[in-house]
């Protein structure tokens, strides 16, 4: 976790990290939103990516919560998906018919870029566009190093 790479502790006493995790030990660091929260104290998130992984914890609670909610059609989940912007800054749409998303390193340098068709855009759906935002953040928290400030993966931060 790119969290724990912060705590000195982890190494020479990691029952004490891993309890912070815990839920069964009521951890202060165990619900997503904690970890949220501090990721970005840490300079492991910039706000507007704090921002976007709130909304998809607010996603993922309604889901747990209210039974009315079966699929990612419903208007409550699709109101959520449409303000999953921060991905927008990333998306390049071409005239030829192409869509580009941009995976941008801690510097802002473009790391890999994905590209399909217009009309495959995964992000037309309210679910493919969730899917495609976790996709996004999980690859970019696999190249988090230690010690980087704000590695948002746009220019800007809202």
């Not at 912007?85 to 390049?92: I, K, S």
Request: a neutral charge; one cysteine or more.
């Amino acid at each position: 976790m790119a969290v724990e790479t912060h705590f000195p502790g982890v190494v020479t006493q990691p029952d004490v990290v891993n309890r912070l995790f815990d839920p069964m030990k009521n951890g202060p660091l165990s619900n997503f939103g904690a970890k949220i929260d501090i990721s970005f104290a840490l300079g492991i998130l910039g706000n507007s990516a704090r921002g976007t992984l709130k909304r998809v914890a607010e996603i993922r609670n309604l889901f747990a919560h209210r039974l009315d909610i079966r699929s990612f059609d419903h208007d409550d989940i699709r109101k959520l998906t449409d303000k999953l912007t921060y991905l927008d800054a990333a998306l390049d749409y071409r005239e030829d018919g192409m869509v580009h998303l941009s995976h941008r390193s801690a510097k802002n340098e473009v790391v890999t870029k994905t590209g399909f068709r217009l009309e495959e855009n995964p992000f037309a759906t309210s679910r493919g566009r969730f899917e495609q935002t976790c996709s996004f953040f999980q690859h970019h928290l696999r190249q988090v190093v230690p010690g980087a400030t704000e590695p948002d993966l746009h220019i800007g931060d809202a």
